[in-house]
């Protein structure tokens, strides 16, 4: 048996990564973050937000401490389509309790308004799994190749005070999520 002097054991290595690495399947971008336990005074707590930007549609989910048919907090999603101005584009706006609609509108700042949006979306609390889950179509947000995402709670509960979480932060956004394959 005769051996290639060119072809060392870590030159092969590296050879056999980069043809996995190029024959990777391409994937829709995905980002995630766990939230920290900050809104202690309400159950709906955010837990963590995904958002899927596939090809067809923006998929984001929101994870609570724990949801229940009665509550009285919402959900606010907030999409930030062009980074050049200030603030959200769009915000789904929605409550958690059961019984309780959900509009997609043109943002006024960090709140929405009276514009809706003429598109294809859905969205619904799913108790049991403690999760909120809103799937937009991407012709609403004009087909963006990246988005970013904001995620506010608001409980009412006790009527005394609203508690306020938000993920990642405050009037801040997730990572640029490019569009993929599916979503």
């Not at 309780?100 to 509108?105: F, G, I, M, N, R």
């Not at 049991?128 to 608001?154: L, T, Y």
Request: proline content about 5%; aromatic content about 8%; charged content about 25%.
């Amino acid at each position: 048996m005769t051996r290639n002097p060119l072809v060392t054991v870590p030159a092969l290595a590296s050879l056999t990564a980069l043809c996995v690495l190029a024959a990777a399947p391409a994937h829709a971008e995905f980002y995630s973050i766990d939230d920290p336990a900050d809104a202690r005074a309400s159950l709906t707590d955010i837990h963590a937000v995904e958002a899927n930007h596939g090809k067809e549609n923006v998929l984001v989910k929101v994870r609570f401490a724990e949801l229940m048919r009665s509550s009285a907090a919402g959900v606010s999603i907030f999409f930030d389509t062009d980074r050049g101005d200030r603030g959200p584009e769009y915000v789904l706006s929605s409550g958690l309790g059961d019984g309780t609609d959900y509009v997609l509108t043109e943002a006024d700042g960090w709140r929405g308004s009276d514009d809706r949006v003429g598109c294809d979306y859905s969205a619904r609390p799913k108790w049991g799994q403690e999760v909120f889950r809103a799937v937009i179509s991407r012709r609403c947000f004009d087909r963006v190749p990246s988005v970013r995402v904001s995620v506010k709670m608001v409980d009412q509960a006790d009527g005394s005070h609203p508690v306020l979480d938000w993920a990642p932060r405050r009037h801040r956004w997730s990572l640029p999520i490019a569009s993929g394959l599916g979503a």
